[in-house]
């Protein structure tokens, strides 16, 4: 049930036009393809397993600015599980984040310090639901991190730090916008202000005794990319952001709830000829096409790892689009026609330690020798597994899974620390569980043509001792 306040602000979010579906004259992504099936819908095929939710708290939330609703999906309404990660210490909150039907999760991770209060590193959307997790737990919400420069995540700091008028509330340093530069005060802060920037010193902090830092500062023209991670030393967790990640065989369990995996069906439509298409498969009944997928666990996998190809590399190889069915159906899901190749090239990178082929491809192959050094510290630290803020976690891995997933493609900054002759043999004794070759020429295709474009303007600059060296080698 909405309160007053929730009602007023939802009505003027719908009725300016803020909400999720995203209309043109020339694609129409219908309405009902970003609506979840309603709480009393009984499901065919396999039921997703209960999940750690609070019943009957609302799950409302608008952004600040509320025409951020416009950019990310699901929209106002957010669902969010709550997992214990690491035994009476570390727990992990996920909800779903994505634009057009591309949806993944996005998670903020709680840390029980030594005196029983909470760390909160990377807030999300702090709907009722979740702010009644946090507080089942126990415990004052003691410090309040912003990790990162990324919108994506940083649009939850200040209206979750806002529910913690007590917390210490820290950010990373860097922050910026575009077209326009903003405070953070624009993004949900307020009047709230920030207790301090976080360094590459953890003794710069009252938390120092329990946790080391490692800050991850990559100019690149219009703004930096900024990561901190946080090595909690007691659990020996090592807590990422976006710079390593592990994609899971199944989708997380937020992304299989009833309310939310209509997008995973969307995905697992195979082509034209899947679900009701008249006109020799041109025009597609597109919302009853989609309703016929069968709600089961397999068609929710397929959905996945589709999902996933496309969060990691924008157009894989595998996925073709029909333009002129598209423009028919006014629906730009209706034109995605996927190869069944797709299924090996996701079982290629799966499971495993990996850099986001975006990141590879945009943003780290910008700065090699400062990424190396920050490679280096962090897997200096004796972590055994670590906690990204999106896909699987915890991550069982170590600093060799970190330093050789980097080495991919940052071989000749690493070269110091394991060439491949050495980190094959050490393989043969201990496996690492780290992707070791390059990604798939033809997947990097969309990443490396923007990389070119973003060089070539003269957006990003490199650094001086690099000149041709690209995302792939």
Partial sequence: VLTPREKVSYSLAYVTGLHT?????????????????????????????????KQGASRFWIPIPAFLCLLFQPGTSRRTTRTELVKGQIWGFDQLQGVLNVLVNVRMTVVRMK????????????????LQLVREL????????????????????????????????????????????????????????????LT??????????????????????IGPYVECAFYHKRSRTMLLVDAAVCVPNSPPTVA???ENDRTLLI????????????????????????????????????????????????????????????????SADSGFIWRDSYKSTFQNLSEKVIVAPILQALVFNKRPTTVA???KKVSSWGFDKFIPCHFDAPVKATGRDIRLAFASFLDEDLAEL????????????????????????????????????????????????????????
Wanted: include cysteine; charge should be negative; hydrophobic fraction near 40%.
């Fill in 267 to 330: 995905r697992a439509r195979q082509d034209v000829n899947d679900g009701a298409s008249y006109l020799g498969g041109i025009v597609d009944d597109y919302d009853r096409a989609v309703d016929q997928v069968p709600r089961t666990d397999q068609k929710r996998q397929e959905g996945w790892w589709k999902t996933a190809l496309f969060a990691l590399f924008f157009q894989p190889s595998d996925l073709d689009f029909d333009f002129v069915k598209a423009f028919v159906n006014q």
């Fill in 256 to 258: 299989r709830s009833p």
């Fill in 138 to 197: 126990g415990g004052e919400v003691e410090y309040i991190i912003l990790p990162t420069t990324a919108l994506e995540h940083k649009i939850y700091f200040g209206p979750f730090a806002r529910k913690f008028p007590k917390a210490k509330a820290y950010a990373a340093p860097g922050q910026w916008s575009f077209p326009v530069p903003l405070p953070l005060s624009f993004l949900g802060l307020g009047f709230r202000r920030l207790d301090g920037t």
């Fill in 373 to 375: 050094n920050w490679v």
């Fill in 21 to 53: 579906s995203f209309s043109s004259s020339f694609f129409r992504a219908s309405s009902s393809s970003f609506q979840a099936p309603t709480r009393n819908e009984t499901a065919s095929g396999d039921t997703p397993p209960d999940l750690p939710v």
């Fill in 200 to 221: 590459d010193e953890a003794s710069d902090f009252p938390f120092a005794d329990e946790f080391d830092l490692a800050l991850l500062e990559a100019p690149l023209g």
């Fill in 418 to 473: 394991g060439s491949p002759q050495l980190s094959s043999a050490l393989d043969n004794v201990v496996p690492t569980r780290a992707l070791r070759s390059s990604y798939n020429k033809d997947d990097m295709q969309i990443l490396n043509t923007l990389d070119t474009i973003v060089v070539a303007s003269g957006v990003v600059k490199l650094e001086k001792k690099q000149t041709t060296k690209g995302a792939n080698v």
């Fill in 115 to 130: 005196n029983g209060n909470l760390l909160v590193y990377s807030p999300i959307a702090p709907t009722e639901e979740c």
